[in-house]
């Protein structure tokens, strides 16, 4: 299993530079790439109270071209997760789930019953409160709800890694659509590679919408996630068509997450 990423690793580093080249053919026709305002540089995600002032708003969509897709929308599924702080070291630990299919209609979204004492319930953030557990399914049954829904799908995500670690699950690599690693969303911002953009930062500067307004919410993130891949479909999915790998890899010791 572990072989198998590595593999495909491998695979996507000897391919990086040739899709950097096809990439910024394709940026070249988008329209022009926005300077970023003093980057501060960071490993992780920060969190984007306050992100930037709309720089970029034109995405390959505004073509408004009608395009074959390279698979059918039904063989998506877009997830996100809502997290909350449990344990003595205040670790990060899912407490709802939403899955929305290609037209952002929700499959799933639930709570799920602590495994561990919450210790910090993010209310500001999350709106949650310690009633609002009181008859969330277990852990195992969310979670063999979300793997039966993950089956056989390519799964939209920003920063899967966390969801499916958080749930213990895997999926393949090949079908992940991860907005945190698209590397033309990391060029277009002028992004060092090493830097996790913050959905709210890629939602106001690629389509000029703010999200997290009022709070964490994993609907709003699960739809904003989507809509970001939709404008970038056709150039997405067909440099993976062509043989190479879009995005950047997830950090390594996540690596166990994908198969
Ligand atoms: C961004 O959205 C705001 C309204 O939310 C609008 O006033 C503004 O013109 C938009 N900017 C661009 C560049 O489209």
Same mark, same amino acid.
């Given at each position: 299993?572990?072989?198998?990423t590595?593999?495909?690793?491998?695979? %996507?580093?000897?391919?990086l530079?040739?899709i950097?080249?096809?990439?910024?053919g394709?940026?070249?026709?988008?329209?022009?790439?926005?300077?970023t305002?003093?980057?501060?540089?960071c490993?992780?995600?920060?969190?984007?109270?306050n992100?930037?002032?709309?720089?970029?708003?034109?995405t390959p969509?505004?073509n408004?071209?009608r395009?074959?897709?390279?698979?059918?929308?039904q063989?998506?599924?877009?997830?996100?997760?809502?997290?909350?702080?449990?344990?003595?070291?205040?670790?990060?630990? %899912?407490?709802?789930v939403?899955m929305v299919d *290609?037209?952002?209609?929700?499959l799933?979204?639930?709570? %799920?019953?602590?495994t561990?004492?919450i210790?910090?319930?993010r209310?500001?953030?999350?709106g $949650?409160?310690?009633v =609002?557990f009181?008859?969330?399914?277990s852990f =195992?049954?969310v979670q063999s709800?979300?793997a039966?829904l993950?089956?056989?799908?390519?799964?939209?995500g920003?920063a899967l890694?966390q969801?499916?670690?958080g749930?213990g &699950?895997? =999926?393949?690599?090949i079908? /992940?659509?991860?907005a945190? &690693?698209?590397?033309?969303f990391?060029?277009?911002l002028?992004?060092?590679s090493?830097n996790?953009?913050p $959905?709210a /930062?890629l939602?106001q *500067? $690629?389509?000029?919408?703010?999200?997290?307004?009022?709070?964490? *919410?994993?609907?709003?993130?699960a739809?904003?996630?989507?809509? $970001?891949?939709?404008?970038c479909?056709?150039?997405?999915?067909?440099?993976?068509?062509?043989?190479?790998?879009?995005?950047c890899?997830?950090?390594?010791e996540c690596?166990h997450?994908f198969?």
């Amino acid at each position: 299993m572990f072989l198998t990423t590595e593999m495909i690793y491998c695979f %996507i580093i000897l391919n990086l530079t040739c899709i950097f080249k096809a990439l910024e053919g394709v940026f070249r026709k988008f329209g022009k790439m926005p300077r970023t305002q003093g980057s501060s540089s960071c490993s992780s995600i920060s969190s984007a109270r306050n992100p930037p002032k709309t720089l970029f708003v034109r995405t390959p969509l505004s073509n408004n071209r009608r395009q074959t897709k390279v698979f059918p929308a039904q063989k998506y599924i877009a997830v996100s997760a809502q997290t909350v702080c449990a344990g003595p070291k205040r670790e990060p630990m %899912i407490s709802r789930v939403t899955m929305v299919d *290609y037209r952002g209609n929700v499959l799933l979204d639930t709570l %799920i019953n602590p495994t561990q004492a919450i210790t910090n319930y993010r209310t500001e953030l999350t709106g $949650l409160l310690p009633v =609002h557990f009181n008859n969330a399914p277990s852990f =195992h049954e969310v979670q063999s709800r979300v793997a039966a829904l993950l089956k056989d799908k390519i799964v939209i995500g920003y920063a899967l890694w966390q969801f499916l670690g958080g749930l213990g &699950l895997t =999926h393949p690599a090949i079908d /992940t659509r991860d907005a945190a &690693l698209f590397m033309p969303f990391r060029k277009t911002l002028q992004s060092r590679s090493s830097n996790i953009i913050p $959905l709210a /930062t890629l939602m106001q *500067y $690629l389509m000029n919408r703010s999200i997290g307004v009022h709070g964490d *919410y994993p609907d709003e993130q699960a739809r904003a996630t989507l809509d $970001l891949f939709r404008s970038c479909e056709q150039v997405w999915e067909n440099i993976i068509k062509s043989g190479a790998w879009p995005c950047c890899l997830p950090p390594s010791e996540c690596g166990h997450c994908f198969t």
